[in-house]
């Protein structure tokens, strides 16, 4: 990683795609992790306003998920902005960022860029499993839902007119809502997915490669975190460019650069953060969004205590605050 200042390194970008650029990186480190959600819409925006009307906008992105309507909003904005928009994926770009990348007219992806399945997951009222504690949820992914039937059909021999029973048996260990819930939110997630891809693609004249992209994104891929390649996201019908060799050490310096300031690749330790004190205040990036003359953070900020409980000694981390902060 080169010391560049972030505002040089996304001048560069800019300079190299012919554009104006904002980045958005959200956090994957525990307990600091951040999601896509609706509050960046006002933030960038702002950044929006600044670079004004463009005939290209690029996103950079780096997210492991989140809201599955914030995406939409997201790029709804971006257009009103430009004539065209592309999304930099250096690295993840899984779920809700795999729904940005595809509103967008070209996916630039370097060589460890990632896409992911879009597998919406909804909560049950009790994890099955602890019955008795009915504060205790559990995450239900639609492809959980749906592989239980092709399980009793492929692998148990169901047959159709058995199927009954089978859904029976899942209604005792779920709540019929809960299933509801899961295929709601099963058919949003292809719509989203259709509606983003509308955005630049025509509903007649694309309608087999829409299909294809769908299916692929919202069902055929069962694996929630299954890494979809640039080679892969090229195949299923995505507008994909390669970066280039000037690019691709461009792109990845912008991201180490946030994976420092937020810590990404070094997991929590409030053991070793506290070492000899008793108590220790904590500050952490959380998540970025970021253009050449505006920059945005969102901060966590809290203590580390150490307490002493039954005569044993404890680490207690308590989080104060949580906001999007702009940095000058």
């Not at 950044?47 to 914030?70: C, N, P, V």
């Not at 509103?103 to 399945?117: R, T, Y």
């Amino acid at each position: 990683m080169t010391n560049q200042p972030r505002t040089d390194l996304i001048k560069q970008i800019e300079q190299a795609r012919s554009s104006r650029l904002i980045a958005y990186i959200t956090g994957d480190r525990q307990p600091f992790a951040t999601k896509i959600a609706d509050d960046i819409i006002p933030i960038v925006a702002q950044h929006l306003e600044k670079i004004g009307k463009q005939k290209l906008i690029s996103l950079f992105l780096y997210t492991r998920g989140g809201d599955m309507i914030a995406p939409i909003r997201l790029i709804k904005l971006i257009r009103s902005y430009a004539q065209q928009v592309e999304v930099i994926i250096p690295y993840r770009a899984h779920s809700a960022g795999t729904l940005i990348a595809i509103g967008a007219d070209k996916i630039v992806m370097g060589p460890l860029g990632e896409l992911s399945p879009v597998d919406p997951s909804t909560g049950h009222p009790f994890n099955p499993k602890n019955p008795n504690n009915q504060t205790q949820g559990m995450e239900i992914s639609v492809e959980d839902l749906n592989s239980y039937f092709l399980f009793a059909k492929e692998r148990a021999g169901v047959k159709d007119e058995q199927m009954v029973e089978i859904y029976k048996a899942l209604v005792e260990k779920i709540h019929p809502l809960a299933i509801g819930n899961i295929y709601r939110a099963a058919r949003m997630a292809r719509q989203i997915v259709e509606k983003l891809l509308l955005m630049h693609l025509k509903k007649n004249h694309d309608q087999e490669q829409i299909k294809k992209i769908c299916n692929a994104l919202t069902q055929d891929i069962c694996i929630h975190g299954y890494p979809i390649t640039r080679d892969e996201a090229l195949d299923l019908g995505l507008s994909i460019e390669n970066s280039d060799e000037k690019l691709n050490p461009q792109i990845w310096d912008l991201y180490e650069n946030y994976a420092k300031i937020m810590l990404l690749n070094q997991p929590f330790n409030p053991v070793q953060e506290l070492q000899a004190e008793e108590v220790k205040k904590i500050q952490y990036v959380g998540a970025a969004i970021e253009s050449a003359t505006l920059n945005h953070e969102f901060i966590f900020s809290g203590h580390i205590r150490k307490l002493i409980k039954d005569n044993q000694a404890t680490i207690d981390v308590n989080i104060e605050s949580s906001h999007w902060k702009i940095i000058a």
